[in-house]
């Protein structure tokens, strides 16, 4: 799958968490939702193979000023719960 003519396959994204850690987590799926487009992720095992053992995490994804993708975090619950809703009837 591609998104926007680049491999999802190839997308690594280093998350940071509010406790001031952060990960690196590929991209499993990309999908469109309520005119908005998201990846769901999971952490990596090495430096590029899925890890799914763990649990995916849902983040908006938009373009910066290259079209190179950025991830945005879902603030709203309301928001993540629908986006979730749809992703699981993907799966």
Known sequence: ???RGK????LIVNLEFADGTSADYG???YFCFEGKEYFAMLPLIGK???DHTKKCVL?????DAEKNPV???I???GEYERAANYYSTLA
């Open 48 to 50: 590029n193979q899925l």
């Open 1 to 3: 799958m591609d998104f």
């Open 27 to 29: 991209v499993h799926k």
């Open 7 to 10: 491999k999802i396959d190839d």
């Open 71 to 73: 991830v945005v975090y």
């Open 59 to 63: 983040y908006e994804v938009q373009e």
């Open 75 to 77: 603030e709203n619950d």
